[in-house]
């Protein structure tokens, strides 16, 4: 069974652009979260979607925005990139919300000049 | 909201030796995971273990979930075991990350 995909892996954008980031859950997971992980903070909580609706959120801007597929693909967006925006950004599958194991992907570095 | 504490943030040992990783959590939880990232970022899951005990080749870990802590045991210690080990507490949907403790096995 495949494990969790995000793309792209390595990106660099420059300050004020916007970035989209996917992630493709393990097959049949309804769960899809993100974290974002700085040297400085640690990994934080972005969001969690299930069934296309977000569950939960964490204390991020809201230049932070995510979005679910029926197919349970996700994305998240980064709006007016600001150099803390840097980060490797992770994203988990879980098979039900709330609860249960996560499964990470190999996460999306992002470099903000 | 809920506290991890993990120690020690640091740890070097020789290829060999054992070692304990302890975390601790401020409340009552659902879920309880350790991973271990390794160097291109991927956090590897090593057990899920919101109480009990469980084993797997050289590592094991234990929660006690009545007393706030969860104990990650490395055995036999390899250099392959170098990295960052996270321990990380279910909160309403989302998990609570510790600071990790870097380990550093030296041939």
């Known amino acids: 069974k495949a494990g969790v995909t995000q793309t792209p892996r390595y990106l660099i954008k420059t300050r004020g652009q916007q970035v989209t980031l996917s992630c493709s859950p393990i097959s049949g997971h309804r769960s899809v979260s993100w974290y974002q992980q700085t040297p400085g903070q640690g990994l934080q909580f972005l969001f969690e979607y299930f069934s296309e609706t977000q569950r ?4 991020f801007p809201g230049r932070f925005s995510g979005r679910q597929f029926s197919n349970s693909r996700s ?3 980064v709006s007016t990139l600001e150099l803390g925006d840097s980060a490797l950004y992770l994203c988990a599958s879980s098979l039900r919300s709330n609860t249960g ?3 990470f992907g190999e996460g999306s570095r992002l470099t903000v000049l | 909201g809920i506290q991890v504490e993990q120690s020690p943030p640091d ?7 054992n070692s304990t990783l302890r975390c601790n959590f401020s409340d009552s939880v659902n879920n309880l995971q350790w991973f271990h990232q390794n160097p291109w970022g991927q956090l590897i899951n090593l057990f899920y273990i919101p109480s009990g005990t469980k084993q797997n080749g050289r590592l094991s870990a234990t929660t006690v979930a009545t007393e706030r802590y969860s104990l990650l045991y490395i055995s036999s210690s390899q250099t392959t075991d170098s990295g960052v080990y996270f321990c ?10 510790g600071q ?5 096995v030296k041939p």
Do not use: P, S
Not at chain 1, 56 to 59: L, R, S, V
Not at chain 2, 88 to 97: N, P, Q, R
């Open chain 1, 56 to 59: 939960n959120k964490g204390n």
């Open chain 1, 75 to 77: 994305e998240m967006n």
């Open chain 1, 101 to 103: 194991e996560l499964f």
């Open chain 2, 100 to 104: 990790g403790t870097t380990l550093q």
């Open chain 2, 88 to 97: 990380a507490v279910g909160d309403t949907g989302k998990l609570i990350f």
């Open chain 2, 11 to 17: 740890l070097i040992l020789q290829e060999g030796a």
